[in-house]
């Protein structure tokens, strides 16, 4: 029935997906790109995950994406998934996985900026002005050179390149709410990640991973952990987040924003010994206190 609701076992299944899949993504990326180029990686991972999820919806009857929305998908998967994750993998083989998620944490900083200067977008409240200024000092403050000991400081062009695909997540992000008659959201997610696969491809041949790639060379557990970004963090992640996107409330659903970091800085300290500081904690806590505040304070303008 049109208004029946899910039942709660769906709603703590997709809530732990977005949560610890989520989460766990940026140290399987970490572990790829140990032996794998990382734009070559993230084309391959986003090709097959497109191809897999498409053919699934073609063979349920889907209706496929007409030509404006192709276009759509390649304008978006430009910003979201070259940008906001091919950036990200290029950047992971100097930063460690715990504290990219943590500057990605602060991504909703970056929508927030995006919408108010989109044409017709929402100018942020005093509140939210507020919370958006202590979030990039947070940011500030993890990055800081002076912060870290010559041995553990952060490479600050690995920073700023996560900072870039920031704000090129928060233009995709932004572009696909305001745009015109999408494709139904799995449909979408597919052409999405088929038209990023081609951006992706294109930087890797720009980038010299085509020619950089050597398959035997690269170890088992970056190819396990190429499968587990494929399966996990593409199909079941992405198809978790679509679902909670129809299904539950906006700021619950926005919550994996905060919770993906803790997620991802205990994993890089459980697995690959990344260390996590008194000063790390700090400058997170003040970060995510900022994102928290955000996705209250917007969801009560919108009210």
């Known amino acids: 029935m049109p208004d029946s609701r899910p039942p709660l076992r769906a709603y703590v299944l997709a809530f732990t997906t977005i949560y610890l899949v989520w989460g766990s993504t940026y140290l399987a990326i970490r572990v790829g790109v140990e032996t794998m180029p990382p734009f070559a990686m993230a084309a391959l991972r986003f090709a097959i995950a497109g191809v897999v999820l498409m053919t699934f919806l073609k063979l349920r009857g889907a209706v496929m994406p007409t030509a404006r929305q192709w276009r759509d998908a390649f304008i978006s998967g430009f910003f979201l998934l070259l940008g906001g994750n091919g950036l990200v993998s290029w950047a992971e083989q100097s930063v460690p996985s715990g504290i990219t998620a943590l500057i990605i944490g602060a991504s909703p900083l970056f929508i927030v900026l995006a919408d108010w200067a989109w044409p017709g977008g929402r100018r942020p409240g005093a509140v939210t002005l507020g919370a958006m200024l202590l979030g990039f ?6 990055a800081a050179p002076w912060q870290h000991a010559s041995p553990d400081r952060l490479d600050l062009v690995g920073v700023a390149v996560i900072l870039v ?4 997540w928060a233009i995709g992000s932004i572009f696909g709410r305001y745009a015109r008659n999408p494709a139904p959201p799995f449909v979408g ?17 720009a980038h010299g991973d ?6 035997g060379s690269i170890t088992t557990r970056s190819w396990l952990a190429f499968a587990y970004l494929v399966v996990a963090g593409c199909l079941a992640g992405y198809t978790a987040f679509v679902w909670l996107l129809k ?23 459980l697995i690959l010994n990344e260390p996590i500081t ?11 206190g900022a994102v928290v505040i955000i996705t209250i304070q917007s969801q009560r303008e919108k009210a």
């Open 165 to 168: 695909s920031c704000v090129s």
């Open 137 to 142: 000092a947070g940011v500030a403050w993890l």
């Open 278 to 288: 008194a000063h790390t904690l700090a400058a997170s806590a003040v970060i995510l």
């Open 189 to 205: 997610a597919a052409a999405q990640m088929l038209a990023g696969s081609v951006w992706l491809g294109l930087a890797a041949w």
């Open 210 to 215: 085509i020619a950089a790639w050597h398959t």
């Open 247 to 269: 299904h539950a409330p906006p700021a619950r659903t926005a919550t994996y924003a905060y919770v993906n970091p803790v997620v991802a800085v205990f994993l890089g300290w």
